[in-house]
């Protein structure tokens, strides 16, 4: 049974691949599993409907055959271990990988949705360019930190993983604010990660829903 994810019907992000249904296309397109998308207006992911499947009315679900999940990770550690590919055999590289997983999402993630939230929403305050200056320290202090640690590695561990995927996609977050070409490994990193086949038609098929045209590859 192919399983059906939920994205925006308008992504704010204009089809730059930003919202997290990416990351899940991306996991999918890694095992080679197709999937079907039922996209939502931001007033049907509030109604009841979709919160029975998403208790905070957000994007991405994930649904195959009973199973119902919502939250990224969770989606995508599901995918990583229903299929090859994301999640190395040895159980100790295993392991290593989903602490990357959880690194991305409670530790690199949350300082710069942060440092993006308030760039959108708090420009108009009187205090903005202060708190501003204080949240992108604490973005500089994680990818300081994650820089020395991939050093000139491809990956963070060893083979690509699902902690590499999710890692690439919390750093794009920082496109287009001059943050992460800081660190010309990580720039590295991240256009690594995007030049991935698989990255590439999850791209793709999230620009198609912005432009209406259909995928070319
Ligand atoms: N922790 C959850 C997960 O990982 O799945 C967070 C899910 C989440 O934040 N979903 C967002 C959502 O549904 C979309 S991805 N928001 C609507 C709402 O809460 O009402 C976040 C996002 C949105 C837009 C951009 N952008 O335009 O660049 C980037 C990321």
Redesign the pocket.
Known sequence: MIPTITA?ER????G?G????M??RWALEEVGQRYDVRLLS?SE??ESAHRKL?P?????TYEERDLTL??????ILHIAEAHAGLLPGDANARARAIAWMFAA?NTV?PPI?EF?MAR?SERDKSWYEERQAMLEQRVHTRLGELSSRVGGADWLDDAFSAGDLLMVTVLR?L?GSGVLEKYANLSAYVARGEARPAYQRAFDAQLAVFTGKPPTG
């Open positions: 925006f992504s704010p992000d204009r730059r930003l919202a997290r249904d990351r899940v931001f992911m509030k998403h905070f009315g957000q994007i991405p919502f939250e990224s990770g969770a989606i999402l993630e949705v993006g959108i977050r496109d």
